[in-house]
């Protein structure tokens, strides 16, 4: 299958400064990427959907200032949280898929692990 | 909106024992249904796939059928193994945008 590396793996900042995350289709182009945002035992909440070389469309209650995405290309899409607070740790994935149809399959990357103090 | 309830784990099984994980979904269109697995460490990996009512999806021992009376897509195995520990996702997609549940988290003990 196709495979979405995403980094770091993890990282811890200071309250205020901002993180950068990417995301990277390896041995695909993606039309579309996702982030989503994981608490603990709780679901994957979608945060926004990305097309390549357009602006992203942020889910209801993301703060679209906050939560910086860039899909400059179409192996790779970038999410900074600006300003991170504690209550920006938290669990981000990233996914990737082919195209947008019903029965695209999405390729997910493993996850980076932000937690600030 | 959309939406996926799957039962609370942890769920703990010996080894070669049946599972089934209970996914429900509540969907104003035919979405289509997956389960998603999350071995420790990893990405989400697709389990399996089902498109439309009554088509079943299979993968590595596990089934799931699509079940539009019930609107469910239970997940079982006749006979896991340790290897199969993880956290179970059931979702559905509806356009370009996946609904998860919250996960079941399955252990396996010899």
Redesign the interface.
């Known amino acids: 299958?196709a495979v979405?590396s995403?980094h770091p793996s993890w990282v811890i900042c200071k309250s205020g400064t901002s993180v950068k995350i990417e995301c990277r289709s390896l041995d695909f182009q993606a039309t579309?990427m996702?982030w989503y945002r994981q608490f603990p035992?709780?679901?994957?909440m979608?945060m926004a959907?990305s097309n390549e070389g357009s602006k992203a469309t942020y889910e209801q209650g993301v703060e679209k200032d906050k939560f910086l995405i860039n899909h400059a290309s179409l192996t790779l899409s970038t999410l900074t949280v600006t300003s991170a607070h504690p209550e920006d740790s938290s669990f981000y994935?990233c996914?990737a898929?082919k195209g947008?149809?019903?029965?695209?399959?999405?390729?997910?990357?493993?996850?980076t692990r932000l937690t600030v103090v | 909106g959309d939406s996926?309830t799957q039962m609370e784990g942890p769920v703990t099984l010996s080894e070669e024992a049946f599972l089934t994980i209970n996914c429900t979904y509540t969907a104003t269109g035919y979405?289509?249904l997956f389960w998603?697995v999350q071995y420790p460490?990893?990405?989400?990996?697709?389990l399996l796939?089902a498109?439309k009512a009554d088509d079943k999806g299979s993968n590595k021992g596990f089934e799931a059928t699509y079940r539009k009376e019930t609107t469910s897509f239970h997940l079982e195995k006749g006979s896991v193994q340790v290897s199969d520990s993880a956290v179970y996702?059931c979702a559905l997609?509806?356009?370009?945008?996946?609904?998860?549940?919250?996960?079941t988290q399955l252990k396996v003990e010899l």
């Open positions: 299958g979405v995403q579309t996702f035992k709780q679901s994957l979608l959907t994935i996914s898929s947008g149809g019903q029965d695209t399959e999405a390729f997910f990357g493993q996850g | 996926v979405p289509s998603y460490g990893e990405g989400l990996q697709l796939k498109t996702f997609r509806w356009g370009n945008k996946l609904t998860f549940g919250t996960g």
